[in-house]
């Protein structure tokens, strides 16, 4: 959650105020940070956040590379999608790439510029004008070490190397090495300016040797490194914030998933398909669902479209029967649906919202299939084998007073599903939320009952498509939920 007490941050995060005001204490120094402005906050940093009644503060996972110390910058509102974009990913159950590769670094990262870069000859590598090669170009910047053969073949597949250079050098006026050194220079400028060491650069920009970083800064700037920092006219920093907008140029899926919970989803932008229940439902801005416990669910979002959770609700309160028609509940400018899915999943980032008021809002807009006392028992085995995943039917059964051969019935009926198949969903549900909170493969493995690795391995696998190594960490202990009086959910029972 959002830390309301000081709380010392494992890694950068971005406090984005865009509404309200919020008094941030960052390692003993008070900042006051009014709508429109945020605070950067480094890894390591002990922050304690206090938002006045009104605010909306959204906690976000930065890049690792930024200023050293606690810096404010101005967020623009166009800004607004990219950053709930990554709060949702952070939260790691909703808008997720349908890859099969590990999470790449957030995107969103604080820069800081000088006024010397155009006076020693540095000036940001020009953009490409197509979307398949921006994409590239940023995937070069973040990762300096990724070589150029797997950087295009994740960006524009079905591209030669050869073709991509081609067509780079047509839009940009360089070539594919031209560039990438130029941003080298440029991201180690920023670096530099931040005071950090020179071999300190060098690796984390892509040179295996500070004389090998030496050369080819000076190459591209006109003067090496340690001078080009000792120059009078490169003592004024600014910090300036930077939102990705690769996430607008791609198709994004979740995987498939058995919720041992009720879970609320909102469409701020664009729209998404939803298939749930045996139905399939496309959701356009503004219109929002209940995925009900127990029951297999899919979502497709379009381009450009931000689907977002806004609440949930455990199982075992009762059956929410699949969704027939959505919620009508606004679009992104609707703050109190923001201010609802902050106050549901950080438990004070949302100006003092009620943490059930977005689930409870949608719930009460949208119509939905009639439940029976099926249905119900379906959504407790859901949430209860969440819970504790190494139960067997027969014993959930004991717990929940239903006979196992009556728990399988419901499972076959209702979730179209063999019990065997179901089961081992809710299970791998549960594991990808663990590996996604930063758990190893190892550590989950034996939390869900598996005697060796492997065996949870070819169960992962059997059901995501992907191996459990390719999950990594994406939220962030700053933005799970709390255990309080608010009653906010464990993360397994969403």
Known sequence: MLPPRATRLPEPLLYAVVRG?????????????QSGTALWAPAGATVEVRASSEAIVIP??????????????????????????????ALGHLDAAHEDAAPSEPGVRVRTATRSRAGHGLSAPPAPASPELQDLAEMLADDPHLDL?????????????????????????????????????????ELLAEGRDIEWVAHR????SSAAFVRGFAEVVGTTPGRWRRSPDAEEPAAELVVSSAWRRRTHR??????????????????????????????????????PAGVRNDIGIEPGSLLLPVGFRSGRTGAIGAPLAPAQVGGIDSWHMVSAMLAAYTGTGGGGADPSRGFDAVLRGSTRADVGDDDTGLAALASLIALEPHL?????????????????????????????AWSRMVRMTRARNRLGLGETATEVSRELG????????????????????SVGCRAPSALLPARSAQRVLAPHER
């Open 392 to 420: 067997t039917i027969e014993e959930a059964g004991r717990r929940l007073g239903r006979g196992e051969r009556d728990l399988r019935r419901i499972v076959r009926e209702r979730s179209g599903e063999t019990p065997a």
């Open 205 to 208: 920009v892509g040179y295996h």
């Open 254 to 291: 979740t995987w498939a998933r058995v919720n041992g919970g009720h879970v609320a989803v909102w469409v701020a932008v664009g729209s998404a398909a939803i298939a749930v229940g045996g139905r399939e439902l496309r959701l356009r801005a503004g219109e929002a669902v209940v995925l």
């Open 60 to 89: 976000v996972p930065a890049a690792s590379t930024g200023p050293v110390r606690p810096a404010s910058v101005r967020v623009d509102p166009a800004h607004l999608p990219g950053l709930l974009h990554e709060f949702s990913r």
């Open 21 to 33: 005001s919020a008094r941030i204490i960052a390692d003993g120094d008070r900042h006051l940070i």
């Open 450 to 469: 598996y005697a060796h690795l492997p065996a949870f391995s070819r169960a992962f696998r059997a059901v995501h498509g992907t191996a459990p190594a």
């Open 149 to 189: 053969a797997s950087a295009v073949e994740a960006a524009v597949t079905g591209w030669s190397v050869r073709t991509a250079q081609r067509r780079f050098a047509a839009e940009t006026g360089l070539t594919l090495s031209a560039w990438v050194r130029r941003a080298r220079a440029w991201t180690a400028a």
